[in-house]
């Protein structure tokens, strides 16, 4: 199997999911199941291939670097879970 | 006459244009049809009174001698598409009661021209899926059954809900969007034309992300004509989209009905795979006859890396998801879940708010982007994308489009393929090599199976040359002469 049950629960809190313990065995099993078909990848010659990171092959457009939109807090903090004044309100992050 | 729903886009365009009916009492028979057509689930959100507002001033405009390319036709929206003060859930819960403060461009292209939004179309979660059934908000059910059948099948995914809402006269097109056949596959399942344009050709800006160098924005409709002239409103360069194409965007429509005479075109052998339905094969063959009826010239041609194509897709697409979906932290907008720590936060928001599926493929992406396994699984799959992008480039040498079938299956039953996620991803067999390589891609309804359900064909074009798909589409459509509409049970 090519996840254990210890690598789901690192790859679940790096991905920040608080995954159940009810689920980590299963988890273990279908990602592998996944991964298992993905092993097919290594019968592929890719010996000299350029990695491939895009489906344009134009470079990158650049632009001024100005401000072009922006100075709309009411906007900004429209969907704010919680909010005071013009700031989001979130946990405490620095102890 | 026809009732207005049964009208296809470019027939209620004349319609309007004459005068035969307003927007009005277009609009008005299309959230007629929706209401009653609730047991399909394919809106998750009606917004009959914004669309009456908007079917009045296009009838204005129209009556002051200003109307638009789509002036007045009602549209579903696939709520993956960002609308101003219209709630936007892309599926899921963790996006809460999101209501964007603006509008995606290709939605902003679409009222320009004159359109009147419906409502947001059911789709799977984070459009991640083939069956709809990893939307929060319930599957889709197809208006299609199996002949003497009741069971519910899948309008297919993940614009399951704008397919079904085409096939059963609930809008005369919708948007849709396709990361790895997610236009087509339901297209197929559903008897409605769909195509994923070539990449760059909409653009992505407001689209909710889900593996950005793959997602695509294009139409499904009723008849090619109708995509081409929905598709002609979508695209055009967009300075907010930095993967957006700087091209002209060419008049779509006037390639409808063109003459096919001397194309050449190419019939890949890889894509008879084992287990597929005889019936498809079938189709296949009558598609190739149909085109070589109209003077073009089938050419066997090989694209040797299609079998590696799903395995690609599913390390390039999750780490891609795993990486756009990191936003979603439940600081700025969407689900905040309760816990007493930051990181608590994180990871009970995120917990609650996504679906299972979709959990599944963030930690498939980030496993294969973590460190140690980065250069294994995400490096070896962009150089083997490289290969597929190159077999396509080889073939088009030879041949100036390709056909396929667009689907290994039929439509499917609610539920047949849910335990199994491979089993799944095997839909997308035929439609995921043309999102790795950028291609436009079309599927065209061609005919039914032995229970009644429809097919699709698949055209797959060089870059930018969907013109020359809407002419192959259009001559398969006339050959096909398929006008079925499912039989309304609902």
């Known amino acids: 199997m090519a996840i254990d049950a210890a690598t789901v629960r690192k790859v679940a809190r790096l991905a920040r999911i608080a995954e159940p313990e009810a689920r980590i065995e299963p988890l273990a099993r279908e990602l592998s199941g996944i991964m298992d078909w993905i092993e097919q990848l290594a019968e592929v010659n890719i010996e000299g291939v350029e990695p491939m990171t895009s489906a344009v092959s134009q470079p990158a457009p650049l632009r001024e670097d100005v401000v072009t939109e922006g100075g709309d807090p009411e906007r900004v903090l429209a969907n704010a879970p919680r909010r005071a004044g013009d700031f989001f309100v979130v946990p405490k992050v620095v102890e | ?79 993956l598409f960002c609308t101003d003060g219209v709630r936007t859930t892309a599926g899921s819960r963790i996006l809460g009661g999101f209501t964007p403060t603006y509008e995606s461009t290709v939605t902003t292209q679409l009222w320009r021209d004159g ?50 809402a085409v096939a059963a006269g609930l809008c005369l097109g919708a948007t849709a969007t396709d990361t790895g056949g997610s236009i087509r596959q339901p297209a197929a399942f559903t008897g409605t034309v769909g195509i994923k344009p070539t990449y760059g050709r909409c653009s992505r800006w407001g689209v909710v992300a889900f593996a950005s160098s793959l997602d695509q924005a294009g139409p499904i409709a009723r ?126 928001s995120r917990a609650e708010g996504f679906g299972e599926e979709v959990k599944r493929r963030i930690l498939i992406g980030t496993y294969v982007l973590s460190a140690g396994y980065y250069d294994a699984y995400y490096l070896r799959a962009l150089k083997v994308r490289r290969r597929i992008a190159d077999d396509f480039t080889e073939a088009f040498g030879k041949v100036d489009a390709l056909l396929t079938p ?56 060089r870059p930018l040359d969907e013109g020359l798909l809407f002419s192959l589409g259009g001559a398969i459509e006339k050959a096909a002469g398929f006008s079925l509409k499912p039989a309304r049970w609902w």
């Open chain 2, 115 to 164: 359109a009147v939004m419906l409502g947001k179309l059911n789709l799977d979660e984070f459009a991640m899926g083939s069956s709809n059934e990893t939307s929060a908000f319930g599957p889709v059910v197809s208006p299609w059954r199996r002949r003497d059948d009741t069971a519910p099948l899948t309008p297919g995914g993940s614009s399951g809900g704008s397919a079904a």
């Open chain 2, 1 to 79: 006459m026809a009732s207005l729903t049964d009208l296809s886009l470019r027939q209620a365009l004349e319609g309007l244009s004459a005068k035969t009916f307003s927007s009005e009492e277009l609009t008005r028979a299309h959230i007629e049809a929706i209401e009653a057509a609730r047991p399909l689930n394919a809106y998750i959100l009606e917004t009959p009174e914004k669309a009456l507002e908007m079917a009045r001033a296009s009838d204005a405009r129209r009556a002051a001698g200003d109307p638009g390319a789509l002036e007045g036709a009602p549209l579903g929206i696939k709520d």
């Open chain 2, 223 to 348: 008849t090619v004509e109708d995509a081409a002239i929905l598709l002609k409103s979508m695209s055009g360069h967009d300075p907010k989209d930095s993967t957006s194409l700087d091209v002209e965007v060419p008049d779509f429509p006037s390639f409808v009905g063109r003459s096919v005479k001397g194309m050449r075109i190419g019939v890949p052998k890889e894509y008879r795979v084992d287990g597929m339905p005889a019936e498809i094969e079938t189709l296949w063959e009558q598609g190739i006859a149909w085109l070589r009826d109209a003077g073009c010239e089938i050419v066997e041609v090989s694209l040797p890396h299609t079998r590696y194509a799903l395995p690609a897709y599913y390390i390039v697409a999750p780490a891609e998801a795993s990486s756009n979906l990191a936003r979603y932290d439940g600081m700025r907008y969407g689900l905040r879940a309760e816990a007493s720590s930051l990181t608590d936060t994180y990871e009970k």
């Open chain 2, 406 to 461: 667009t689907a290994p299956s039929a439509a499917f039953a609610l539920g047949e393929n849910a335990d199994d996620p491979v089993a799944m991803y095997l839909n997308d067999i035929f439609t995921v090599t043309v999102n790795l390589a950028g291609l436009p891609g079309m599927s065209v309804p061609a005919g039914l199976d032995a229970k009644g359900l429809p097919l699709g064909l698949q055209l797959i074009g």
